[in-house]
């Protein structure tokens, strides 16, 4: 959430590119026009900071169908260059459309998600029941369907969010649709694994372990965020239950995977220390497999625990997120479209620093 990570974020059809100066403790802010129309998902390339792509409502034919599409910033925004906060007077800058992701007849867009590593010409989108895998091609301004799947079974099956897997060569997506959550392998588009009722009620969030290749986080209606080892997805490795309402976002610390964000309709941030699940249980790196049962026994049980609750939002709290650049930074955005950023408590950074 430095200049080289901003925070992006829509608000109807206006997306809105923060800039946060830890040093002095001041907010800047870019506005974006977003004309297509109202936004309900925006992802950022990983690859180039300038590419985004958003789901938006748009009405056709009489219905409202919700699209995708791939954008680009202007050149202008760059840093120093921001208006601040108070200026509402500054003008709001033009997105570059690149190109759209697909026909409405695949349906209405849940989300897009971009592949982890590589050069950010590879997306997913889901639509309805469909996965599809498209290649960004001509400078991002030709999406080429590479290949696609369908959800089978009884009643309207609909995708509600999908996270693309940093591991494995970037082949496995999870996605959720309804209280299940199903991997899939992107060479083949075909299903590897399947939690038929990972949740109680409808699953809203999910994100892999960045360290842990096996693990993934899911969190839901159910006031429930759930973590499982997807090689046996019998039950879950370990369960929260800290929340009183719908869970909408969670997000393991891209650095130090024991750091686990949580945002909820119940207006609160959570940030827990799960440390027993984590690569460094021990306060180093651990790899399950070379890790002895002797080990195991003599080392005293790790403790899981909350860290900090934070209860600056008034209002549903529908995402969260850790910056890029400071691995003790992160931000949360409510309903009501109040952002805050925090930091991880100090005495917890030295702790797992030292």
Known sequence: MEDDAPVIYGLEFQIHVIDFDDENNIINKNVLLHQAGEIWHISASPADKGVLATCYNKTADGKVVTCAAVWRMPAELEPGGHESPEDAASPA???ELLCHLGPAAHGSTACVAWEPAGDGKRVI???DNHI?????QESSSQAVLASSASLEGKGQ???TTGRWSPHHNCTQVATANDTAVRGWDTRTMS??????SAHGQLVRDLDFNPNKQYYLASCGDDCRVKFWDTRNVTEPVKTLEEHSHWVWGVRYNHSHDQLVLTGSSDSRVILSNMVSISSEPFGHLVDDDDLSEQEERSQEPPQDSVIATYEEHEDSVY????SSADPWLFASLSYDGRLVINRVPRALKYH???
């Open 319 to 322: 995402a969260v997120d850790w």
């Open 157 to 159: 099956l609909k995708f």
């Open 352 to 354: 797992i620093l030292l």
């Open 125 to 127: 989108s889901l639509a």
């Open 132 to 136: 599809l895998l498209w290649d960004l």
């Open 93 to 95: 800058h033009a997105l």
């Open 191 to 196: 299903q590897i694994y399947c939690i038929e």
